[in-house]
């Protein structure tokens, strides 16, 4: 990312420079009289700007610049990243310097931070809603005059893209446009003569508008679905047949983006991401004697009682833990080997630093008389999220209405990213898990043993490997929760995708590819196979996390990546690997919010419960569940 990021850091501040000057003379005017008067012009402060509530953050650099334009002599330290998720209580900078400087720029500094903030967690809430689809989700102008350049910056931290920046880089030829020209085609001819490298977008409000823009050609570069109402974009989804992209725009609430993205439709605007979001609340907090720990005495305290607490403690961390978890890890590794490494040792306690499942699966694998504990057990996985046990059981029953009896013809497989009762429901039913990186070998295993395989939870992991096994589109078949496939849809199958999705990995898109293989022609792309198909057919390579380590580890110094992966992993590997170019694929950085929830906060929390001689947080699974569960873990493991 980094020159990716550099050039993306310097545009936004060379936007926000004069809105920093013309905010700070209003707050400021002739000066704050308050801190002027009771404050020596010597005294020194430290501040905390800490998360009130849960959000993304977006505008650090806005923040320090505010502060450093008061006075250059104070330091901003970020705590964490641009697009990176906070919970109420979050350290999310810290700021050192004069007192008169650092509470002069303050609520200027703030004010940027919180509204940007705002944007950016709205957006994540659009983009977490459909992630389950392809839609990507736009912004409009819709956005304060002035502010275009942050709020549409904001917008892609929180993981949308950007619609046109104005007036002058997109043709949108909308109603009015298309009166005064006389029709459709006139007015694209004449828009398309003038400017004839400016991407052409057209508004239509009927099917027969629609109709009339498909037949224009060459086609135009979007057609913009205005107002219509779900079953009108469902029936325009089918015409276009994807000769177009469609974009649905038009009173697009958060209630109502999943059924629109799920009629198939491209991109859906939203005028609302920088209209109507709420500022995040963020607030500063001055040093005081009761001030919370900073991030280096908590990491002694954590060492201090993990040394106390010896070998009877294991502590392991997932590759996409935060820096400060990973600083105390025993073991740092993939969902699998983590697994694994828990079941060899000796600890009585389990610490698992990741997300429920994989704590789930410790807890199944484990030995007897070990405890697996969280610092944070609500820490789940979107993805695994995506398959209840009822759902799936249902999509099962109507795969039996169709054939009989699905045991007979369909394996079901499971990814390792799922609940324990659903590694149960492939236990019983002569089913198996598989992982990221034996997916592959899991799909050959399950296809010979019967026809065909119900693969769940996530569609692009199970779609990839099948493609990649030469296995035709036409036999892959997405099911479809509100829509139930037919009977005919169902008996072309060999294999049958459940509609879960990573909202991490599928943010990225070929649009990502293309603009990085632009701008770096030299430069090797690299993805999680949690991907979608057109991101992992554009790339180089695809493989699981483990993998991903491995290739960047073994190349030669000098090589420049773009990977597609979680960005907490990816920003440990451009630091870990100077001498070769690493940067993230999507400009937004995708960390996975749940794997953030671990804190070493809770992780210190944890430690000092267990000295204390209680187990809290533990994960246990039913008897019943877990013996299945373990059955189609076992059967991965024996292949
Ligand atoms: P691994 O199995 O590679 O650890 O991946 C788990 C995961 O959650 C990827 O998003
Ligand atoms: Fe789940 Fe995606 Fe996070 Fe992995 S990155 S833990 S699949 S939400």
């Given at each position: 990312m980094e020159a990716r990021s550099a050039s993306e850091r310097e545009a936004l501040l060379r936007a926000a420079a004069p809105l920093i000057e013309l905010a700070l003379a209003e707050d400021i005017g002739t000066g704050d009289v308050t801190t002027e008067t009771t404050l020596s012009p010597e005294s020194q402060v430290h501040g905390y700007i800490v998360a009130k509530a849960s959000g993304i953050i977006a505008g650090l650099p806005v923040a320090e610049m505010v502060f450093r334009y008061v006075a250059s002599t104070v330091r901003f330290i970020a705590r964490v990243g641009e697009g990176e998720e906070v919970s109420p209580g979050t350290l999310i900078a810290e700021v050192t310097g004069p007192a008169h400087a650092v509470l002069a720029a303050e609520r200027t500094a703030l004010n940027f931070l919180q509204r940007m903030s705002g944007v950016a967690t709205l957006t994540r809430c659009f983009v977490d809603a459909v992630a389950c689809t392809a839609t990507t989700i736009l912004d409009t102008r819709k956005t304060i005059p002035g502010w275009r350049a942050l709020d549409k910056y904001a917008v892609r931290m929180g993981g949308g893209a950007n619609h046109r920046m104005g007036l002058y880089d997109m043709i949108l030829i909308k109603d009015n446009h298309v009166a005064a020209a006389g029709g459709i085609r006139l007015a694209i001819e004449r828009a398309r003569a003038a400017h004839p490298h400016l991407p052409i977008e057209v508004e239509v409000r009927n099917l027969e508008e629609l109709q009339e823009a498909l037949a224009i050609t060459p086609p135009v570069d979007r057609i913009l679905l205005d107002n219509m109402s779900v079953e009108q974009m469902r029936q325009a989804v089918s015409i276009a047949a994807g000769r177009v992209p469609l974009e649905a725009s038009g009173g697009i609430t958060l209630g109502r983006a999943v059924e629109i993205a799920e009629t198939g439709v491209d991109y859906i605007s939203v005028g609302a991401l920088t209209h109507s979001a709420a500022a995040l609340d963020i607030s500063m907090e001055l040093a005081t004697a009761h001030r919370p720990p900073t991030p280096s005495e908590r990491s002694t305290r954590i060492a201090e009682i993990k040394a106390r607490l010896g070998r009877q403690v294991l502590i392991l961390a997932h590759h996409y833990q935060r820096d400060e978890i990973i600083a105390h890890a025993d073991v740092i590794g993939d969902s699998l080997e983590l697994a694994r490494q828990a079941a060899r040792s000796d600890a009585a306690v389990i610490v698992f630093c990741g997300v429920h499942f994989m704590a789930e699966t410790s807890a199944i694998l484990a030995r007897p008389g070990q405890d697996v504990v969280m610092p944070d057990p609500a820490a789940g996985c979107y993805l695994a999220n995506t398959a209840t046990l009822d759902a799936v059981q249902s999509a099962w029953e109507r795969l039996a209405e169709v054939f009989g009896d699905a045991e007979r013809v369909f394996t079901p497989v499971t990814y390792i990213n799922s609940s324990a009762a659903l590694k149960a429901f492939c236990g019983c039913h002569g089913g198996l898990v598989c992982t990221s990186s034996n997916a592959a070998r899991v799909l050959h295993a399950a296809l010979e043993q019967r026809e065909r395989v119900f693969f769940f939870p996530d569609q692009h992991l199970g779609r990839n490997t099948a493609r990649r096994m030469g296995i035709a589109p036409e036999e892959i078949l997405l099911w479809s929760r509100g829509h139930p496939p037919s009977a005919e849809a169902i008996r072309k199958a060999k294999v049958v995708l459940w509609p879960g999705a990573c909202n991490v990995h599928q943010r990225f898109r070929p649009q990502d590819v293309l603009a990085v293989r632009r701008q770096f022609p030299d430069v090797r792309i690299l993805v999680h196979p949690e991907c979608k198909q057109e991101v992992v057919a554009l790339a180089d390579d695809t493989g699981s996390t483990r993998h991903i380590?491995?290739?960047?580890?073994?190349?030669?110094?000098?090589?420049?990546?773009?990977?597609?992966?979680?960005?907490?992993?990816?920003?440990?590997?451009?630091?870990?690997?100077?001498?070769?170019?690493?940067?993230?694929?999507?400009?937004?950085?995708?960390?996975?919010?749940?794997?953030?929830?671990?804190?070493?906060?809770?992780?210190?929390?944890?430690?000092?419960?267990?000295?204390?001689?209680?187990?809290?947080?533990?994960?246990?699974?039913?008897?019943?569940?877990?013996?299945?569960a373990r059955i189609a873990l076992e059967r991965m493991l024996a292949l």
């Open positions: 380590i491995e290739q960047v580890q073994a190349a030669a110094p000098g090589t420049r990546w773009a990977i597609g992966t979680e960005a907490r992993l990816v920003q440990r590997l451009q630091r870990q690997h100077p001498e070769q170019q690493i940067m993230l694929l999507s400009e937004a950085p995708p960390f996975c919010r749940t794997m953030g929830q671990t804190t070493a906060e809770k992780l210190l929390q944890l430690l000092e419960a267990l000295a204390r001689g209680e187990r809290p947080h533990r994960i246990t699974v039913d008897q019943e569940i877990a013996h299945w």
